[in-house]
């Protein structure tokens, strides 16, 4: 697993982690941006990221979520690698708005048993407002969330709004493990 992190962590500050004048979706503005979607759907970041939340995940998850659009890929990634793994473990998608038409459905995905037990997986968490809201749907359908797992935490907040809602944190790297190996791989240039 050491192998698998060290490789996604290059991959991250290769591709995703950017230094400069940004916006985030919070409003904040930020010295750095980490588009982690340039790692998510690529097909080795998808792998690695997959192999590594699935032994992170509680042996007890009945389902992985995620807010739209982020955690998309991290979501359905997962969940393929499980079925390969002989743990399949279906996926769900919370939109950011109700659907209009249809069942006018928050969650997208199979249909679960009430009291299922959700993990909520995120790419990059700042204040950690955006997966919270997946956590209140899927607590409001009666599912059972205690976990949020990231890939990245930008330690700006959202580990003490879970751990307030009664929510286990873990990130697989924090921003400056991402910022001291982008200095790293920057020098060997």
């Not at 290769?14 to 588009?35: C, E, H, P």
């Not at 659009?69 to 743990?87: F, Q």
């Not at 009430?114 to 919270?132: C, F, I, N, Y």
């Amino acid at each position: 697993m050491n192998i698998l992190r060290k490789n996604l962590l290059d991959l991250f500050c290769q591709l995703a982690y950017r230094d400069g004048d940004f916006v985030l979706s919070s409003g904040q503005k930020s010295s750095y941006y980490i588009n982690g979607k340039q790692v998510t759907l690529h097909a080795e970041g998808a792998l690695l990221i997959s192999r590594l939340l699935l032994s992170l995940l509680p042996i007890n998850t009945d389902a992985v979520a995620g807010l739209e659009l982020g955690a998309v890929p991290i979501v359905s990634s997962v969940s393929v690698i499980s079925a390969l793994e002989n743990r399949p473990i279906p996926g769900l998608i919370i939109r950011k708005e109700v659907k209009e038409h249809g069942t006018k459905a928050y969650i997208e995905g199979p249909t679960l048993p009430s009291w299922s037990r959700v993990v909520v997986l995120e790419d990059v968490v700042t204040t950690g407002k955006s997966a919270m809201r997946a956590v209140n749907h899927l607590r409001d359908s009666c599912y059972v969330v205690d976990t949020v797992i990231s890939l990245i935490d930008r330690k700006q907040g959202g580990k003490d709004l879970y751990q307030s809602k009664g929510l286990d944190f873990f990130a697989l790297f924090d921003i400056e493990e991402i910022k001291e190996r982008y200095k790293e791989l920057e020098n060997f240039k």
